[in-house]
């Protein structure tokens, strides 16, 4: 089998980002990644972001964007992507004031739908990250299902992510299942063991990497996107322990 292929989200290393981005990333190539996916464009514009990425021998495979910038400026999104010739786009949130009950969620699906529409048109797939607050259940649905089943499969797909879903009370394996054909994106994203639960480098955590690829692969996962929310240390350290794991998995 071949190796799992895998990014690093930019989110885990905004602390050198926020000082140095043409920096970090020639950094980020250093400890272990060839891709990454984007958290913003480091105040950049795309044109000189990929400038910098081919420079350093980076390559992006997708952008975190607003859920307002999505749906306001969805031409503006498609030409951002063409310039770094990425073929994904994320939504990283959802939540007040857009989505507070059943019928709003159904609205902010419905929206993103069409935004949805016009990016597959031009090749691009437009997936929503999760954390946990999407696990609330409105008339016993979570609104992550709602959000789900309001759109199409075509126009919304996941960026699931591991932590999250634990940390929401769902098995991430059960539910990268659930989703079999609409998660080509997952964020891979371990939990500590102590209480109060955190974020780890990926290996070092409670969670079952075994399983939760192999759910991943069978479901059609595209890429796998390394992601710490906060690090312990030096957050380039982490990432660099957390690719050291991520290049032995087949």
Known sequence: MAKIPYAL??????????KDFAGTLKKVKE?????????????????????????????????????????????????MCRT?????????????????DKASWIKCAQALDAAGTKLKAAGIRLCYHNHAHEFEKFDGEYALDILYANSSPDHVAGQLDTYWLKHGGVDPVAYIRKYS?????????DMS????????EVGRGILDWKAIFGAGNAAGAQWYIVEQDTCPGDSLESARISAEFMAKQK
């Open 31 to 79: 400890v272990g990644y060839d891709y990454i996916e984007l958290a913003g464009l480091g105040g950049v514009s795309a044109a000189e972001c990929k400038k910098i990425l081919d420079q350093v021998k980076l390559t992006a495979i997708s952008n975190h964007v607003g859920y307002e910038e999505m749906i306001q400026k969805t031409d503006e999104v498609i030409a």
């Open 193 to 200: 063991a102590g209480e109060p639960h955190t974020f780890a």
């Open 181 to 189: 054909g609409r998660c080509p994106l997952i964020h891979v994203k």
């Open 9 to 18: 989200q930019l989110y885990t290393v905004r602390d050198h980002i926020a």
């Open 84 to 100: 770094l010739n990425i073929r994904f786009i994320v939504v990283p949130w959802l939540g007040k004031p857009f989505a507070t």
